[in-house]
């Protein structure tokens, strides 16, 4: 039978607390406020002061929140589940709003849970938290190594069993790991339907723009079940509420806490204003006025984190008692823990480096002492006490715990912690190590440190003579090396790897490097060692060789315009029904990348989407920024242009490798460009970096066609031309679909091929007539296309409808048509120019008319870019853009020309 362990509340961690019963000690206070916060009250009383006493817990300024939560459980209760998000600053009372509303729901079942504030949290510790509560199935899960998948099944049919409300809560979500935020997401799209209520409370004053929190925040309030509940700081009349009958001036109390209601508890209890600055400082004036031997009970229970077991402080009962008379420490259940971790950390900052050593040495101690197993707390105090043998044994398990449930980030902290002891271990354990630090590394788009490592443990391998290993390692650092758009150093290490692996056989590592092109460059080649990757897949039957080859046939496969869909549709099904993260995560992106090419739309959308949970609820932010960035391009060609930047730019804004930037750039730069907008030429410029660094034609393809359409808008022909001819050139049967758009531009431009595109409406711009392109570009839905076609014709009536389809889409795509119908000797052609470029005689944008302006009186390029206040790059396209839209070719004849 399993065990049930005690209710919710003793399980309960860290609260932000206003409760009277808890922040007063019971010396130095006055008897008023005593017996107010110990008097027992109804379930929930209004007061005379327009706050609330809910239980024994007084919240002031906190009924709008407290009832806007009573209706979320109502809400939940009736079978709408709920999520609630509760933010606020540290202090600022969010445990106690929690608290207080479990007061007036007796009849619910709550389960409690808490994220660590460990330097590296433990994987799935608020579940586990709740497991210990709930039992059962979820128990059961939780303690038998059963997967992530099967764990979070287990919750949600423990949460959807029985009609009666239950309420789960997850506290300080600011310290949560990576598979935690997954859980949550997961939890996201599934409670609708049940009469549950989900309790999230976390600090938002402090969140990067990057940080996991806050994209997981962004997703779970897209659904409808999310609801938001904020806490600010307490006004002056609350605080003067709370200190009454004490005989502090309201204002200045004000003053010193901001309305902080933890910092003003703090400030009631020690009785004085003094010259505290913070609530920190009170917690530390508080902490001095200990005898010696409770201060050090004190330190030593600072380093044991959120809750406290009594029997590993070995110490005396009166000196831990001291510490609850004097308000430092409340019990909770059978254990201790400070009142909030503002108190816990103020103590710890305050211990001497050499003292904590020790004491996290005898943290450590006591620890094992009582057959402690929990790796993640067992390495963080082994590591603070500089305990080697303990750190190597503790943090690699901790490591693999994590990366089992997909918490990446924490398993390569683990990881990082083991390699800082590593050199106390043998050459192959400490090589292995390496390795195991850089597969992390990358899951988490780390790829500059993750090179660092895979070249160390290339080095360790062959110090230990393994050129299997050190054949394998060279193979994963030709990744990296691709990831980081190093394209020479790629090839050079599978070719490396090559050497080392074939001598030995047709093994698993071989496979591995085959699936990837073996270092090859040309179509022979690749379809050679993908060939005998299948074979070798087959011959081992493993299956994350056959999936891995099975990407790769399906990569020769889209590049021929081939079934690609097949090989991938079965790697992807093997990778699930496996659990095999990366597998999965590569086949999702592959395949979204295929769909997009072909601009099947009706695929590519709900492939995303499905893709991108997957990546998002297994912490593998590699595969969904390289699919995000597909998904965006695919929006950028149906002409969803404000989707695709909103798109494009989360992944710009992450720590995405350079080769997940591409995509990305290319939709930025290409919808910018076609806007006419300068800040283009920064996006292209950077996609055209990163192409030349991974010299791939592929990806010399991307980044190509778009700077050759932004030539060809800016009016620059002969400049579009020669930049097709060089990615032409490059490409070969395994582009198939990006040479299709090279012939439909070069035929655009008056270049003509005796090769015919493969993809559909590319063929029929290249044949004619522009009709029936522009009618199989809008069967598609992709309107800017279809307006280039009717473009392509001499028709008037093709023109002035690409005209008018252009003008609200891209202005200088219709200027270049207005442009042609001029050279055509067309009359009364539709004037169509933005509301800043009409009142301007020659059509510039206001911008442009300043450029030129400074032209005229003779400043070069870096003058105006410093008078502006502008990068040069941008005063050159500028200047690119008013020599096209003047028709003139130097700067003399536009000088000439900016009087008009």
Request: proline fraction near 5%; aromatic fraction near 4%; include cysteine.
């Amino acid at each position: 039978m399993i065990p049930r362990p005690r209710p919710a509340k003793s399980c309960a961690p860290m609260t932000d607390e206003i409760c009277l019963r808890d922040i007063l000690p019971k010396s130095g206070i006055p008897l008023a406020i005593r017996s107010a916060a110990t008097r027992r009250l109804e379930p929930q009383t209004k007061l005379p002061d327009g706050g609330t006493i809910v239980g024994m817990t007084r919240v002031l300024e906190r009924d709008s929140q407290l009832a806007a939560l009573r209706s979320y459980a109502e809400e939940a209760r009736a079978g709408a589940g709920r999520m609630a998000l509760i933010s606020g600053e540290a202090g600022i009372g969010k445990s106690t709003l929690v608290e207080g509303l479990e007061a007036t729901l007796p009849d619910a079942t709550w389960w409690w849970g808490a994220c660590d504030g460990l330097s590296t949290p433990r994987a799935l510790g608020p579940l586990t938290d709740i497991a210990a509560q709930a039992g059962g199935e979820l128990y059961a899960a939780c303690q038998d190594g059963s997967s992530r998948d099967a764990r979070f099944d287990a919750l949600l049919t423990t949460l959807q069993d029985g009609a009666e409300l239950r309420v789960v809560v997850i506290e300080d979500l600011h310290w949560a790991d990576e598979a935690t935020l997954d859980m949550l997401r997961f939890l996201g799209r599934r409670i609708r339907g049940a009469s549950v209520l989900v309790l999230l409370t976390y600090r938002d004053d402090a969140l990067a723009p990057d940080e996991p929190l806050r994209v997981t925040l962004g997703d779970l309030a897209t659904h409808r079940s999310t609801r938001r509940v904020a806490l600010g700081p307490l006004s002056v009349q609350a605080v003067g509420q709370l200190a009454e009958a004490t005989g502090f001036e309201p204002n200045e109390l004000y003053e010193l806490t901001g309305g902080s209601p933890f910092f003003v508890a703090e400030v009631l209890a020690t009785g004085s204003l003094g010259v505290p600055s913070s609530a920190r400082d009170v917690v530390l004036a508080r902490a001095a006025a200990l005898t010696p031997e409770a201060r050090g009970v004190l330190d030593h229970a600072a380093l044991m984190g959120a809750r406290i077991t009594p029997a590993l402080l070995s110490a005396a009962s009166d000196h831990v008692d001291e510490l609850i008379t004097g308000g430092l420490l409340v019990r909770d259940g059978d254990a201790l823990r400070f009142r909030h971790e503002i108190a816990r950390q103020a103590v710890q900052e305050e211990i001497a480096p050499h003292k904590a050593t020790e004491l996290h040495r005898a943290v450590l101690d006591a620890l094992l002492a009582t057959g402690c197993t929990d790796d993640v707390r067992l390495a963080f105090h082994a590591d603070a006490a500089g305990d080697t043998a303990r750190v190597l044994e503790h943090a690699p398990r901790a490591g693999r715990a994590a990366a089992a449930v997909a918490s990446h980030r924490e398993a390569a902290a683990q990881f990082e912690r083991a390699v800082r002891y590593a050199d106390a271990t043998d050459i192959e354990t400490r090589a292995a190590l390496f390795d195991e630090y850089a597969n992390e590394l990358g899951l988490v788009e780390r790829w500059e440190d993750a090179a660092v490592i895979r070249r160390a443990a290339i080095d360790l391998w062959r110090e230990a003579g393994n050129p299997l290993r050190e054949g394998a390692a060279e193979t994963c650092f030709g990744t990296v090396m691709w990831r980081l758009c190093r394209g020479t150093e790629s090839i050079a290490a599978n070719r490396r790897a090559r050497d080392l692996l074939e001598p030995l056989g047709r093994t698993e590592e071989l496979c591995v490097l085959y699936a990837g092109g073996g270092g090859a460059v040309d179509p022979a080649g690749l379809t050679l060692y993908i060939t005998r990757a299948v074979e070798i897949a087959r011959e081992l039957d493993l299956a994350d060789l056959r999936i891995g080859a099975l990407n790769g046939v399906a990569c020769l496969a889209a590049g021929r315009c081939g079934d690609y869909e097949t090989p991938l549709r079965e790697a992807l099904q093997l990778s699930l029904r496996l659990d095999l993260q990366r597998g999965a995560g590569r086949s999702y992106a592959n395949l979204t990348e295929y769909y997009a090419q072909e601009f099947r739309m009706a695929e590519t959308e709900p492939f995303f989407r499905e893709a991108l949970a997957y990546c998002d609820d297994h912490d593998a932010p590699t595969y969904s920024n390289c699919a995000r960035g597909h998904y965006a391009m695919a929006l950028v060609d149906h002409g969803r242009w404000d989707e695709a930047l909103r798109e494009a730019n989360l992944v710009l804004a992450s720590k995405a490798s350079p080769i997940n930037r591409l995509s990305s750039l290319v939709a930025v730069g290409t919808v910018l460009a076609r806007r006419g907008d300068p800040a283009a030429a920064q996006y292209l410029d950077e996609a055209e970096d990163v192409a030349t660094g991974v010299d791939e034609p592929l990806y010399l393809a991307w980044a190509g066609l778009p700077i050759a359409e932004a030539s060809w808008l800016a009016g620059d022909a002969d400049a579009a031309r020669e930049r097709l001819h060089a990615v032409s050139a490059r490409l070969t049967e395994l582009e198939t679909p990006w040479l299709a758009a090279v012939i439909a531009w070069q035929h655009r431009l008056g270049v003509r091929s005796d090769l015919v595109p493969a993809l559909v409406p590319y063929a029929a711009q290249v044949a004619g007539p522009p009709r029936r392109a522009a009618q199989l570009w809008d069967g598609l839905q992709m309107p800017y296309h279809a307006a280039l076609a009717l473009g392509d014709s001499d028709d008037e009536a093709d023109l002035r409808e690409a005209v008018t389809r252009l003008d609200p889409l891209s202005p200088p795509a219709a200027l270049v048509v207005r442009r042609k119908m001029r050279d055509l000797g067309l009359r009364a052609i539709p004037s169509g120019a933005r509301a800043s470029t009409r009142s301007d005689p020659l059509g510039l944008t206001r911008r442009e008319r300043e450029v030129l302006d400074l032209v005229r009186d003779n400043l070069t390029n870096e003058q105006i870019a410093e008078r502006l206040v502008i990068s040069v790059k941008t005063v050159d396209h500028h200047v690119s853009a008013v020599l096209a839209k003047l028709g003139v070719s130097s700067r003399r004849d536009a000088s000439a020309l900016a009087g008009i």
